[in-house]
Every structure is written in structure tokens, then in C-alpha cells.
């Protein structure tokens, strides 16, 4: 049996890439439901009124079932977008819960990059069989939504005592090793911000988020018990990561 060609092997993992990002909208209203539920024990608000909670997961979990079964992608890919913007933004607003500023860096600056995900799958990236022309309007401003997330992401390193020290008892050499990674994160951010090299770039990162999804974000210990955050928030900050892997994996292998 012959081996898979390199063009094979691209598209199988621009597939797996889309397979993944199409899929967010499940594990995140199954983690939201999971999250209200842990709050409700301790009788803490969620994030948004509940008459609206539940349309918002509705258009969630319609706008992932269509782009799933590969219907209308790029028209629900947009709609996921925007239904992800406006609960966000409703979120913000509404102040119903306290966070951190330190955690509210993390939780929203993955909502834009999943939001620049999005907007990347509604360009027309990832598609197998492309019937349409792509549009890059939608994919060069998904890719700066990524951009700022990294940019974020050497903020947190550079000024977030408890993100520092998370990379500091997880990674050998210490401050050195954190400052190649902060200017690691920055080159990208300027490569994705930019246009240029996007491809290269999203290679890179698709290598890195791994390990940075595996040693950091899956160290609940540290996160839950040291750092408080709530089991269930960090598990949907973790699929979030998920899902900005698989937007990756699109630009990396069709970018």
C-alpha cells in the first residue's frame, strides 16, 4: 500500500482541523452548562441572564449542528462569529460575575481568536472542495483576531504574576526559556497582524499550542486550588484552546 502524498496528508489535517473548530460550539455550552450548574451549588449568577442564556446556546448549538454536517459553512461559520461577539459582549456588560483581570485577559482574548477562527472558516479556508472563490476580507481579519490573542497572551507573560509562574514551574530554564517564548508569541503576533508568512507562522503555533494546551492549561491543580479558578471555566478555557488549534491547523495547511 502506497504512503499518503504530502498533499494528502495536508488536507487530511486541514480537515481535522475544521472537524475540530466545527464542533466548538458543543463543548462550550456543554462546559457553560457544566459552569452554572458548580455556581449553582454556591449560588453565583452566570455570566448572562438566564431568558437570554438559553438563546444563546440555542444559536450556539445550531450554528455548530449546520457547520458540522457541512451545511451553509460559511454562512454559520459567520453566524457563529457573531452569536459569540454578541454573548461575549453581553457577558462583559452585565458584570453578573467578578473576575480577575489577570483571568479576564485569558477569557477573552481566547473568545477573539475562536471569533477570528470563525471568521477564517466563513472565508472559505479548510474547504476540501472549494465551489467558491475565498474571500480574504474575512480571513485577513481572522487572522488579526488571532494576532491580538497572541499579543495578549505576551502580556500576560510579561505583566501576569499567575500566568508567569505557570510557565515558570512548568518549562526547564526558567526566566530565559519565558523570554524566548514571549518574543516567540510576539514574532507571530506580528507575523499574523501583518499577512506575511501566515503559513509558516501557523505551523509554528500549531506545534507550540499542544504543549501549552497539555503542561499548562491541563495543570488544573494549579489553576483550580492555587489560582481559584473555577474547575469548569478552566475546562472551557481549555477548549478554547482546542479550538483555536483547529483554526490553526487551517491556516497552517490552506492558509
Not at 93 to 122: N, P
Not at 181 to 206: H, K, P
Request: proline share 2%.
Amino acid at each position: 500500500m502506497a504512503a499518503p502524498s504530502s498533499k494528502q496528508v495536508l488536507r487530511r489535517l486541514c480537515q481535522f482541523g475544521a472537524f475540530i473548530l466545527t464542533r466548538f460550539g458543543f463543548w462550550n455550552c456543554f462546559t457553560m452548562l457544566m459552569l452554572f450548574a458548580e455556581r449553582a451549588d454556591v449560588k453565583r449568577k452566570p455570566d448572562i441572564q438566564v431568558p437570554y442564556l438559553y438563546f444563546d446556546m440555542g444559536a450556539s448549538v445550531l450554528c455548530a449542528s449546520f457547520m458540522s454536517f457541512g451545511v451553509k459553512r460559511r454562512w454559520f461559520a459567520l453566524g457563529a462569529a457573531i452569536q459569540l461577539a454578541i454573548s461575549t459582549y453581553a457577558s462583559y456588560i452585565g458584570e453578573q460575575v467578578h473576575y480577575s483581570d489577570w483571568l479576564k485577559v485569558r477569557m477573552y482574548s481566547r473568545t477573539l481568536a475562536i471569533i477570528g477562527g470563525f471568521l477564517v472558516l466563513a472565508s472559505g479556508a479548510g474547504e476540501v472542495y472549494r465551489q467558491k472563490h475565498r474571500t480574504r476580507s474575512l480571513q485577513s481579519t481572522g487572522q488579526v483576531f488571532i494576532g491580538v490573542y497572541l499579543i495578549c497572551m505576551v502580556y500576560s507573560l510579561q505583566h501576569s504574576k499567575e500566568d508567569r509562574m505557570a510557565y515558570l514551574n512548568h518549562i526547564p530554564g526558567g526566566e530565559i526559556t519565558l523570554m524566548l517564548l514571549v518574543v516567540l508569541f510576539g514574532v507571530l503576533a506580528l507575523a499574523f497582524l501583518s499577512g506575511c508568512y501566515i503559513r509558516l507562522a501557523s505551523q509554528i503555533l500549531a506545534v507550540v499550542l499542544p504543549l501549552i494546551l497539555l503542561f499548562i492549561d491541563g495543570n488544573l491543580g494549579y489553576w483550580h486550588n492555587t489560582r481559584h479558578v473555577e474547575f469548569w471555566n478552566q475546562l472551557k478555557l481549555m477548549g478554547h484552546n482546542v479550538g483555536i488549534f483547529g483554526a490553526v491547523l487551517i491556516l497552517a495547511t490552506d492558509g
